[in-house]
């Protein structure tokens, strides 16, 4: 028995060998993944944004020359993924949103830099993530890249892949997964972060953060800044990539539902109070919260918590699916985890009584998007009416003001909405957002959905700056107007949201 089992050890000591083979290096997996980086070059401009809800060795290829981007207006990163036989290109919004609607606006430059056209098959700009197809299918060099179906661990090692400052393509930076679930300031991109050490900046926006099984995790979205004073000084270390599952469900949808990402819809307007206090020494700008907690401020009409919670206006929310809130963006976060046909329970105080309510949702649908519009924007009074002839989007002021040959002259009496003067008159609102001294993201609108998508964007600053125009088509008469959302009180400063 003793000499059987030696033997065997000899044998397998002698074929061990023939049956390995080398696991592939982490070289070979980033040169593998290069080919599946791409280029989004934005040749094509407009002032306002779109609103949007490998294998082998390429690395010779990828470096052989400079990428020409001469004719660009913008760039950033991106890569392919495959779904249902066809190539697209996965970027952030923000990449493209500011491009042209029309045709010759958008480009992708691949790993042997050749250049195609592309569209947008649509997006979400609330995530920051835009969709991308080619209108020509692009050739043998362009591979794809798969989403991992797990989140990465703590201290997990990636590397981000991307075309930093627009001029160094297919640039690999290490790191590891710092933190997970992290939640961002800002109008967009606020949810479902993962912090990594894998440095980031300029260019690299879109580009995949994949782990060490060439598998996507993340998608690279923001960079971290201190204030130090008056300036602002970049944080190397600190990088954010949209998580990659959540990337999976929001890209799935918008490729399988017409360019979207479905939503529930309640119905509630939300809101937090700030006064403004210029002797204090607890804020840094006189804003103090007078809120504790959020407050349903108004239900819409016919909406799916009208038929729960129509006389719960004035209620403080506690929880939202069981899960505490203490503020507007906490309530956004929850509520952005249900989906359409779904029960949220909201747990509502009024003194020291507390409840809970089932609320079953609905699909956040263009229609209902204009019900959010005609809410933030008509609750002012009979002053201000909200209009879609033509598909078009048009807010009137004081009714409607025409000159002697029946034209509208929109430069008559001002009536005031909210405080801030605006002209009597019909107006046609070109785009909507925030038009701010230190920042500005404002959105194309075409309709009343548009507008109430640009509104659910922008609600929690509490202001929204339209640009107006006069109704008739050519007119570039453009105008900003600013609206408070939250009412005419230069003291109060609300924090709003529409769901």
Not at 407 to 433: C, D, F, H, P
Request: charged letters at 20%.
């Amino acid at each position: 028995m003793k000499k059987t089992f030696c033997l065997l050890c000899v044998l397998l000591s002698i074929t061990f060998p023939a049956f390995t083979q080398t696991q592939p290096t982490i070289s070979d997996i980033l040169e593998n993944a290069l080919a599946s980086v791409v280029t989004v070059s934005v040749e094509k401009t407009e002032g306002t944004k779109q609103l949007l809800g490998f294998r082998g060795n390429e690395s010779e290829t990828a470096y052989e020359k400079i990428l020409d981007l001469s004719n660009s207006k913008g760039s950033g990163s991106g890569f392919v993924i495959d779904r249902n036989g066809k190539k697209y290109v996965i970027t952030n919004a923000h990449v493209i949103e500011n491009a042209s609607e029309i045709s010759g606006s958008v480009f992708i430059y691949t790993i042997n830099r050749t250049k195609y056209e592309a569209k947008v098959v649509g997006g979400d700009s609330f995530y920051d993530i835009a969709v991308l197809e080619f209108i020509k299918t692009p050739g043998t060099e362009v591979k794809s890249l798969t989403f991992a179906l797990k989140t990465p661990r703590i201290g997990e090692k990636v590397y981000a892949v991307g075309n930093p400052l627009g001029e160094y393509p297919y640039s690999v930076s290490d790191g590891i997964i710092s933190a997970k679930n992290r939640v961002r300031d800002g109008l967009t991109g606020k949810f479902g972060f993962l912090q990594s050490t894998a440095t980031v900046i300029w260019g690299n926006s879109g580009g995949p953060l994949i782990n060490e099984k060439g598998q996507v995790v993340g998608i690279n979205s923001q960079i971290a800044f201190a204030e130090m004073g008056d300036e602002s000084i970049w944080q190397p270390q600190i990088n954010f990539a949209l998580e990659g599952t959540l990337s999976k469900r929001i890209v799935d949808n918008i490729i399988t539902d017409n360019g979207r990402v479905k939503r529930a819809y309640l119905g509630i307007e939300v809101k937090q109070d700030y006064e403004y206090n210029q002797y204090s020494t607890t804020t840094k700008d006189g804003w103090e919260l007078i809120d504790s907690l959020p407050v349903i401020s108004g239900i819409i009409p016919g909406s799916p918590a009208s038929k729960v919670i129509n006389d719960k206006a004035g209620y403080k929310i506690l929880k939202v699916n069981g899960v505490d809130v203490r503020n507007v963006e906490e309530v956004l976060g929850e509520l952005e985890s249900a989906s359409p046909l779904s029960v949220v329970t909201l747990t509502l105080k009024y003194g020291s009584s507390v409840t809970s309510y089932n609320i079953t949702t609905e699909e956040l649908t263009p229609q209902r998007l204009e019900d959010i519009a005609k809410s933030a924007i008509e609750k002012n009074g009979s002053d201000v009416k909200l209009t879609s002839p033509d598909n078009t989007a048009l807010i009137t002021f004081g009714g409607y003001s025409e000159g002697a040959d029946g034209r509208n002259t929109g430069n008559l009496k001002s009536v005031k909405m909210r405080g801030e003067e605006i002209n009597y008159g019909t107006w046609r609102i070109q785009a909507a957002g925030y038009d701010g001294e230190k920042f500005k993201s404002m959105w194309r609108v075409k309709s009343l959905s548009d507008l109430g998508a640009a509104i659910r964007l922008t609600a929690s600053l509490g202001t929204l700056d339209l640009y107006l125009s006069l109704k008739e088509a050519g007119n570039d008469n453009v105008k900003v107007k600013r609206i408070s959302l939250g009412g005419s009180n230069s003291n109060l400063w609300k924090s709003l949201l529409w769901y």
